[in-house]
C-alpha cells in the first residue's frame, strides 16, 4: 500500500461545476500538504499550501485538510476547460524550507473540465 | 527567461547505453532536486543537492549519478541503462534562504525528460 492515495480518474465534469479531489495517506508525521497541477507534458507546479488540519481559499481553490481522518481535500469552484489538467497532492513531515525536505506525492488524478 | 531548464526533453536510446540530463536553474535557488515520474504518474525523489552538497540520497541504483557543479546546476548521468529506467525525469529547485521570501521552499519545476529505453 502506497504512503499516499490517490484517485486516478479520469474525473469529467461540466464547464462551471464544482471539482472535488482528495487524497488519503497513512504517515501520520506528514504536517505540512500540498496541491500541484500538472499540465500534459509540462512539470507541476504549485497550486495550494497548508499547514496541519483546517481550511485554506485561493481564488477558485479550496484546501482542506482532516488530520484526525488522514484525508485532505481540493476543491475547484466555477470550474474551466483550462483547469483541464493532472492534480497531484503531496506531502512533507517537514516544513519546506527544512534542509533535506522531501515531499511525497499522490499518482495524481486527470481532470477534464468540458466546455 | 526558462526558470527551470532541462535538456535533452527526448532521448530514446538502447539499453545497456550511458545518457546524461542537464539542469539548470536561473532563480538564484540554493537546493535542487531531481524527481522521476513513472507510466502512473507517481513522482518519487531521487537525489537533492543544497549549495551542491548531496543532502537527500533515495534508494537509488548506483547506476544512477548526480553532479551539482555550482548552485545553479545539476546533471544526472545514469549507466547501463535498463528498460525500467523508462520515465520521465523532473528537475526542480527551491529556496532555502531568505525565509521572507513568500516562496521560500516552493519546488519549482522543469518540463521533463522523457526517456525512453528500447
Known amino acids: 500500500q502506497k504512503e499516499v492515495e490517490q484517485d486516478p480518474g479520469p474525473l469529467s465534469v461540466p464547464e462551471g461545476a464544482i471539482v472535488s479531489l482528495n487524497c488519503t495517506y497513512s504517515?501520520?508525521?506528514?504536517?505540512?500538504f500540498m496541491w500541484y497541477r500538472q499540465y500534459s507534458r509540462k512539470g507541476p507546479e504549485l497550486l495550494m499550501y497548508t499547514y496541519s488540519s483546517g481550511n485554506k481559499e485561493d481564488g477558485r481553490f479550496t484546501a482542506q485538510v482532516d488530520k484526525s481522518s488522514k484525508y485532505i481535500s481540493l476543491f475547484i469552484r466555477d470550474s474551466q476547460p483550462s483547469d483541464s489538467a493532472t492534480y497531484l497532492c503531496?506531502?512533507?513531515?517537514?516544513?519546506?524550507?527544512?534542509?533535506?525536505?522531501?515531499?511525497?506525492f499522490g499518482g495524481g488524478t486527470r481532470v477534464l473540465v468540458k466546455p | 527567461d526558462t526558470a527551470v531548464s532541462q535538456t535533452p526533453k527526448y532521448l530514446v536510446t538502447q539499453m545497456g547505453n550511458d545518457k546524461s540530463i542537464k539542469c539548470e536553474q536561473n532563480?538564484?535557488?540554493?537546493?535542487m532536486y531531481w524527481y522521476k515520474q513513472d507510466s502512473k504518474k507517481f513522482l518519487k525523489i531521487m537525489f537533492s543537492?543544497?549549495?551542491?552538497?548531496?543532502?537527500i540520497n533515495e534508494t537509488v541504483p548506483n547506476r544512477f549519478s548526480p553532479k551539482s557543479p555550482d548552485k545553479a546546476h545539476l546533471n544526472l548521468h545514469i549507466n547501463s541503462l535498463e528498460l525500467g529506467d523508462s520515465a520521465v525525469y523532473f528537475c526542480?529547485?527551491?529556496?532555502?534562504?531568505?525565509?521572507?521570501?513568500?516562496?521560500?521552499?516552493?519546488?519549482?519545476f522543469g518540463e521533463g525528460s522523457r526517456l525512453t529505453v528500447l
Open positions: 532563480l538564484g535557488h540554493d537546493t
Open positions: 504517515n501520520s508525521a506528514f504536517q505540512y
Open positions: 526542480a529547485s527551491s529556496s532555502r534562504g531568505r525565509t521572507s521570501l513568500p516562496n521560500t521552499g516552493e519546488l519549482f
Open positions: 543537492y543544497n549549495n551542491k552538497e548531496l543532502i
Open positions: 503531496a506531502m512533507s513531515a517537514r516544513p519546506r524550507r527544512a534542509a533535506g525536505n522531501k515531499l511525497t
